[in-house]
């Protein structure tokens, strides 16, 4: 683990760099609940997907699948599977994050996935994640920190079904 | 059994415009509220061009290429890509995928992914693996 005071930087790009880099290693587990096939649907409408095996159970079933299955990002793309923060509780930018972080920006950066089995309407999941590595580079505009954690969507018995690592990067 | 696809072939082109409208249902469908994604001012202040395109929507714009273009008998096991560059609404993207490397048996297809916005400036990178199913 780096500590800001290693990196150079200061106010919220170091406040942001310690918050996740003290959260190295640590793991969590929590339910995300059912995949449906409403989530499904409405997910592959969102994207523009057409294909019958997203939406319609029969052609699914056709395929040897026993419902609609999702499409293959779904898991990943999903920014909160429970209900979510309060509006106050939100930055100005309507992320939540910790700390005293209100000037950052962030957007993705990446994503590398193991997609270890189809995920079917009525797939009930759990998620279990760590923050993998918070590393800090120097932009054209400034410091860029990325920060890559794994997310393992697993089933009750610990089936795994996505084994991801995504990477997000903030700056000011 | 679906006929293979050799080393070098290049899947038909996924070219999509992602309008204000797609970017907000892609932000309601995945509960994500970050601003920049349907708030064009706020997405203005942060310095971008306009409504900013989600990293997940390129990648499943790049995911269907490979998916419509292999058709229901492969399944996708193993994806990676790097958003290269930003893109907002409005723009034209193009999704490319090309075989890159075939198993000895031709049961598993390696693909290199590449989207490009408005032209020929890459905005996702990547690679994917499939497997017959």
């Known amino acids: 683990m780096t500590e800001a005071s290693d990196t150079g930087l200061s106010g919220e790009l170091a406040a942001y760099h310690d918050a996740m880099a003290a959260r190295i290693g640590e793991k969590h587990r929590r339910h995300l609940g059912v995949v449906d096939a409403l989530l499904i649907r409405r997910y592959a409408v969102a994207i523009g997907e057409t294909s019958a095996v997203h939406h319609d159970t029969e052609a699914a079933k056709a395929l040897g699948y026993e419902d609609i299955i999702a499409p293959p990002n779904l898991l990943s793309g999903i920014m909160e599977w429970g209900a979510g923060h309060a509006e106050s509780e939100l930055r100005p930018d309507g992320t939540y994050r910790p700390g005293p972080t209100s000037a950052l920006r962030v957007m993705g950066a990446g994503e590398e996935m193991e997609l270890l089995r189809p995920v079917t309407a009525g797939t009930e999941l759990w998620l279990e994640d760590e923050v993998e590595e918070v590393t800090v580079k120097q932009g054209r505009s400034g410091a860029l920190i990325f920060v890559t954690a794994r997310h393992d969507f697993v089933g009750a018995d610990g089936t795994p079904y996505n084994r991801n690592r995504r990477t997000v990067m903030a700056r000011l | ?133």
């Not at chain 2, 995945?30 to 001012?41: P, S």
């Not at chain 2, 058709?71 to 193009?94: E, F, N, Q």
């Not at chain 2, 020929?120 to 990178?125: A, I, K, N, R, V």
Request: glycine share 10%; hydrophobic share 40%.
């Open chain 2, 1 to 133: 059994m679906s006929a293979g696809f050799p080393k070098g072939q290049k899947l038909p082109d996924l070219v999509v415009a992602p309008t204000a409208l797609q970017l907000f249902r892609y932000s309601a469908v995945t509960w994500n509220a970050h601003r920049v994604h349907y708030d064009e001012g706020w997405a203005k202040h942060e310095g971008h061009a306009g409504l900013l395109v989600h990293s997940h929507l390129h990648a499943a714009n790049a995911l269907r290429a490979v998916t419509e273009g292999l058709g229901p008998d492969w399944r996708l096991v193993h994806v990676s890509y790097r958003i290269v560059r930003p893109s907002t609404a409005g723009r034209t993207l193009r999704a490319t995928a090309e075989v890159t490397g075939v198993s000895d048996d031709g049961g598993e297809l390696e693909l290199r992914l590449v989207e490009y916005d408005d032209g020929d400036m890459p905005c996702l990178e990547g690679t994917a693996r499939a497997a017959r199913r």
